[in-house]
């Protein structure tokens, strides 16, 4: 009887074992990558305050830029564009000064860049003086017009 037993006990065992590997064969592929370019995904805050840590953002945008330009940005595809031809330096983005004279108020405002660009992790942060300067310093771009 116990012959039987230990062979009954080793036959489930081998039915449980052959069940699970056909399981993992007959599953599901993973599927392939949905795009061959590297990632270009950002957030882009606007925030008041001198220091990226501690400003209370009052503005926040999604920018991604790969494969194809899209998020919460009112014009992805011109600030994607601005970032490719910057070779994703911000601060090229932001030395534009337009004439437009600013008042000497001390009223700071934090701009950050923050995510991931094409492939690369990237944090980025300026600050100026106030609204206006930053408007100056800013104009021509569409990266933080937002």
């Not at 920018?63 to 194809?68: F, Q, Y």
């Not at 000064?97 to 980025?124: F, K, L, M, S, Y």
């Given at each position: 009887m116990r012959?039987?037993?230990?062979?009954g006990?080793?036959?489930?065992a081998?039915?449980?074992?052959l069940?699970?590997?056909?399981?993992?064969?007959?599953?599901?592929?993973q599927?392939?990558?949905?795009s061959?370019?590297?990632?270009s995904?950002l957030?882009?805050?606007?925030?008041?305050?001198?220091d990226?840590a501690?400003?209370?953002?009052?503005?926040?945008?999604?920018?991604?830029?790969a494969?194809?330009p899209?998020?919460?940005h009112?014009?992805?595809?011109?600030?994607?564009a601005?970032?490719e031809a910057?070779?994703?330096?911000f601060?090229?983005?932001t030395d534009?000064e337009?004439?437009?004279?600013c008042?000497?108020?001390?009223?700071?405002?934090?701009?950050?860049?923050?995510g991931?660009?094409q492939g690369r992790?990237?944090?980025?942060?300026?600050?100026?003086?106030n609204?206006c300067?930053?408007?100056?310093?800013?104009?021509?771009?569409?990266?933080?017009a937002?």
């Amino acid at each position: 009887m116990r012959y039987f037993h230990t062979l009954g006990a080793t036959a489930f065992a081998t039915a449980t074992g052959l069940a699970l590997i056909g399981s993992a064969f007959t599953g599901t592929a993973q599927a392939a990558p949905a795009s061959l370019y590297a990632p270009s995904a950002l957030v882009l805050t606007i925030g008041e305050g001198e220091d990226p840590a501690s400003a209370s953002v009052t503005r926040a945008v999604t920018l991604t830029c790969a494969p194809t330009p899209s998020g919460s940005h009112p014009a992805p595809e011109e600030a994607c564009a601005e970032l490719e031809a910057a070779d994703g330096d911000f601060t090229s983005l932001t030395d534009s000064e337009d004439g437009n004279p600013c008042t000497r108020e001390w009223n700071p405002v934090t701009i950050t860049g923050d995510g991931v660009w094409q492939g690369r992790r990237v944090t980025w942060s300026a600050t100026y003086g106030n609204p206006c300067e930053l408007r100056a310093r800013t104009a021509d771009g569409a990266v933080f017009a937002f």
